[in-house]
């Protein structure tokens, strides 16, 4: 029950734009079931042959402890406390475990019987190292426990796992975006229930309309 009271909190401090997100990301996860969820400590200096991601599986692997290289296809990445990868259906799971300090690993697998038209990224680190942690023990608990709805767990865990890989990416994205683009996104986000016009999202960017309609031409991409 804690495990769920914790999850509503996190919802209901979440505002605005952000909420949205997340309620898009909980409709996703209705779809996802939980398959398993193992703790895994790696022993050192082991490197793990290729192995298949089973037909309609996702997996996430959420490290908690210790550090290791986890790649897919010619993707390669250092992970340590707080990082996560995430796998589809057909793609291959490589890793290395550190010779000193290997990691120590949270493996959700989860039903997955359609591929969703958005991925998420192969590589995302958690807003905060502690709470991954934590959430990975209490999730690992909830599922052991006999009398658990796993129905609505692998809702909780699933959406929470979207939520930070979603959150990562923006934050990512946001620090490749100039400063006018960036006060531009913050001003609708402060004025996203009132009526706007571009010349007034010029005035608040610092530059022109022509200039700003060229800044979006330009980093469309990465406004999605």
């Excluded at 505002?15 to 996802?32: E, F, P, Q, T």
């Excluded at 402890?65 to 796998?87: E, I, T």
């Excluded at 022109?208 to 990465?222: D, E, Q, V």
Aim: charged fraction near 25%; charge should be positive; proline fraction near 5%.
């Amino acid at each position: 029950m804690l495990f769920y009271i914790r999850y509503a909190i996190f919802i209901k401090t979440t505002s605005g734009k952000n909420y949205y997100l997340l309620v898009r990301a909980m409709d996703i996860a209705g779809s996802r079931k939980i398959k398993y969820i193992l703790d895994f400590q790696t022993p050192p200096a082991t490197i793990y042959k290729p192995r298949e991601i089973k037909p309609e599986t996702e997996e996430v692997e959420v490290i908690v402890a210790g550090y290791g290289v986890l790649k897919k296809g010619d993707m390669s990445v250092l992970c340590g406390p707080g990082s996560a990868v995430w796998y589809y259906s057909g793609e291959k799971v490589e890793a290395e475990s550190d010779s000193v300090k290997p990691y120590r690993t949270f493996v959700f697998s989860f039903q997955a019987s359609d591929r969703p038209q958005i991925l998420m990224p192969f590589y995302f680190e958690w807003e905060n190292i502690a709470s991954s942690i934590n959430f990975c023990r209490e999730a690992f608990n909830s599922y052991q426990m006999e009398d658990m709805a796993l129905d609505l767990l692998s809702e909780c865990v699933y959406g929470r796992m979207i939520w930070e890989a979603t959150q990562f990416s923006r934050k990512k994205q946001d620090s490749e975006r100039p400063q006018p683009l960036q006060k531009v996104i913050s001003h609708i986000d402060k004025s996203f229930a009132e009526k706007i016009n571009i010349n007034e999202i010029a005035v608040a960017a610092g530059v022109s309309s022509s200039h700003l309609h060229c800044l979006f031409k330009k980093y469309r991409p990465i406004l999605r």
